[in-house]
């Protein structure tokens, strides 16, 4: 008799990290963190000036208040250009001049567009031509302000990647404010629910201009979920424009929510048996967000963690997550797939391993060590967060339904991935190569730098990751040891940690003292590795 499936979210919520990670009978099946950065974050809208426009690449740099300016290509400007230029010329017809002087002149500043440029607009709407790449750089002249979303976070020495076709996402919808569109999420395949889902969101009070998609979470959803969904989407819109009143660039107007909100309106589904979280105010805030997108049952599934052994060790998710970052990840049948990344694709490798046969069965071996790493190599994409080109190096096949049947199972896989992907067939040399879109920095750039001790080639954990480990550390030995009133605690650690934990992490250090009663003292050690640190009693020198 099979065990019973099991789905859990596990959140663990720290001053300078949070991190959720999806588990199905206990493997970690999705994995994020978030910190707090001072770089454009995807999802958010920001009122942007065009820096310079280069012609020979079809797109402008925008300033948007970041380290480095946005890329924003032309075609990724012209749908937004078209429907602004279209609210400007209706209120042109719905409106005298004295009223008139409010939205469109608005809009008109953030394309950095002159009175003429609506007439021109209106001119070329009546003589029935489309507006190209070639109008763009009248349109949006350098200096002009424009309104715009992150869809590309800030990658190595690219800065982000953005675009003017706003989307305001929401738990069942996402909202359009700058398209009439009306649509449905590809995933939702019945045609019945797709023509009953359809019919709710046309019958939406939705302001003229505006459109909506339905996302995969709304099927077999009442009309009432998407009412209460469009109303907050709405008012978030609201916000952004009373922000755009009086515009100032660069400046954000919208910051895309935080995880534990996207969370809950990306990640939670029914079927997910337990929420398990480490922080109060955390719990509450799910408990919450639930009870409004879900029901008050789900809100009943939130569980809080309050053990001195860390949360994802408790779940055995620490030492998934350091897999993570091996080079060899093992399989069921003995083989094993190999990842390398390079400037140009990542590079994987398939191998038999120990599971090597011989003779008749050779084949079946085969293919079945195939089948596990097209379903391991999909899993790996995801928690690394990887993506570009992909070219996947599987153990020869000399059947084509063998190698068709590893692509299927490739493409079965990579369906719920949040991130876009691209699957050729298996050639007859046993290669794949597919694209997966990125959209952040992989996981190993979020955690690591580059190490000083071997000139780049390896890596070494940064001093906000030992902050965050030590006070993880802290945390445990303190609440293990509570109820010893003499305890106290000298942390011997590298002198570059020491000055991140003396400056900006000294609050949360101060927080700790206070909330356990205990002494903690520090000692720099420019001996120890960048990684390492110690934990003794300052009195008799045994480590914790």
């Not at 093992?330 to 120990?354: M, Q, W």
Request: proline share 4%; hydrophobic share 35%.
């Amino acid at each position: 008799m099979e065990k019973p499936s099991v789905k859990q979210i596990i959140l663990n919520c720290e001053k300078l990290e949070t991190r959720v990670a999806f588990l199905h009978n206990g493997k970690l099946e999705e994995y994020e963190i978030e910190r707090p950065h001072d770089g454009a974050s995807v999802g958010s809208f920001y009122l942007g000036k065009i820096a310079n426009l280069e012609q020979s690449l079809q797109a402008a740099f925008i300033d948007i208040g970041a380290e480095k300016n946005a890329f924003l290509h032309y075609w990724d400007m012209l749908p937004a250009s078209y429907e602004m230029a279209d609210q400007i010329i209706r209120e042109k017809k719905e409106k005298d001049e004295k009223k008139r002087n409010t939205f469109s002149e608005k809009i008109r500043r953030f394309l950095g567009q002159k009175p003429s440029v609506a007439r021109e607009l209106e001119k070329t709407r009546k003589l029935r031509k489309k507006l190209t790449i070639n109008n763009i750089p009248s349109l949006f002249p350098a200096g002009s302000e424009v309104l715009v979303q992150v869809t590309k976070g800030p990658i190595g020495t690219k800065g982000a990647r953005v675009t003017t076709n706003l989307t305001l996402p929401g738990r069942y919808l996402v909202l359009l404010p700058y398209s009439d569109h009306i649509g449905l999420s590809s995933k939702i395949e019945d045609r019945k629910e797709r023509e009953r889902l359809k019919k709710i969101l046309l019958e939406l009070d939705l302001p003229e201009g505006m459109g909506l998609i339905c996302r995969t979470v709304g099927e077999s959803r009442k009309s009432i979920y998407f009412k209460r969904d469009l109303e907050m989407l709405l008012d978030y819109w609201h916000r952004v424009e009373e922000k755009l009143e009086n515009p100032k660039a660069p400046s954000i107007v919208y910051q895309e929510p935080s995880l534990i909100e996207r969370t809950v309106r990306d990640f939670l589904t029914e079927d997910i048996d337990e929420i398990v979280v480490d922080n109060e105010a955390a719990a509450t805030e799910l408990r919450r967000l639930l009870s409004r997108f879900l029901s008050k049952s789900m809100s009943g599934r939130v569980k809080l963690h309050n053990k001195a052994l860390p949360i994802f060790d408790h779940y055995s998710i620490t030492q998934q997550i350091s897999n993570i970052f091996k080079r060899e990840v093992s399989l069921p049948s003995g083989g094993y797939i190999c990842i390398d990344e390079t400037e140009a694709l990542i590079a994987i490798d398939v191998n038999t391993g120990k599971g090597r046969m011989r003779g008749k069965e050779q084949p079946e071996a085969i293919l079945q060590t195939n089948l596990e790493a097209a379903e391991e190599v999909a899993r790996q994409l995801r928690l690394r967060n990887i993506g570009g080109l992909v070219v996947i190096d599987f153990i020869d096949m000399r059947s084509s339904s063998d190698r068709e049947a590893v692509y299927k199972h490739m493409v079965r896989y990579v369906k719920d991935d949040k991130a876009k992907s691209k699957i050729l067939p298996v050639s007859k040399l046993g290669l794949m190569e597919m694209t997966r879109q990125r959209e952040h920095e992989s996981l190993k750039d979020a955690l690591f730098i580059p190490c000083p001790y071997c000139t780049g080639t390896g890596r070494i954990k940064s001093v906000l990751t030992m902050s965050v480990e030590i006070q993880r550390r802290l945390n445990e030995i303190l609440k293990r040891y509570s109820s010893n009133k003499n305890l106290s605690v000298r942390m011997i650690i590298h002198p570059s940690v020491l000055a991140r934990l003396k400056n900006e992490d000294a609050f949360i250090l101060m927080e700790l003292e206070e909330k356990y009663g205990k002494n903690l003292s520090f000692r720099a050690d420019e001996h120890i590795h960048q990684e390492e640190f110690r934990l003794i009693d300052p009195e008799t020198n045994v480590e914790y």
